[in-house]
């Protein structure tokens, strides 16, 4: 089992940055694929940002790339999203998510665990 708890959501006007935080417990944190999801009301986790447990290849979406940057420190155990140039449009609940799948998922189905989310506002 694995244990996430995100940090570090708020509200920003746009054009401002955040840094999300995933702190995780449990089972060796290092060999998971790690990643970063949205969601807002009505609609299904968007896949963000994704990070193979070695820390070497990210993967972003399209709506990101450019503006955020996804991190891994396995010896603190914790995930983080830098987030620049933020844009209304931003404005959801961000999850972390850990997968055991050998390649890195984007989809939300292949992910194993997950945080309870916490609540980004880029105001306009």
């Known amino acids: 089992q694995v244990q996430l708890v995100e940090s570090g959501g708020g509200l920003v006007q746009a054009g401002g940055s955040l840094r999300l935080s995933c702190a995780a417990s449990?089972?060796?944190?290092?060999?998971?694929?790690m990643a970063w999801f949205r969601q807002t009301p009505g609609n299904e986790r968007e896949f963000v940002a994704a990070i193979r447990w070695t820390g070497v290849t990210t993967y972003y979406a399209d709506s990101v790339k450019g503006r955020f940057t996804i991190s891994i420190d396995n010896v603190k155990n914790t995930l983080y999203l830098q987030m620049n140039s933020l844009k209304p449009e931003d404005t959801a609940v961000y999850y972390c998510?850990?997968?055991?799948?050998?390649?890195?998922?984007?989809?939300?189905?292949?992910?194993?665990?997950w945080g309870q989310g916490t609540q980004v506002t880029v105001s306009s």
């Open positions: 449990g089972r060796t944190f290092s060999t998971y694929n």
């Open positions: 998510a850990a997968s055991n799948f050998l390649t890195v998922p984007r989809r939300a189905p292949e992910y194993d665990y």
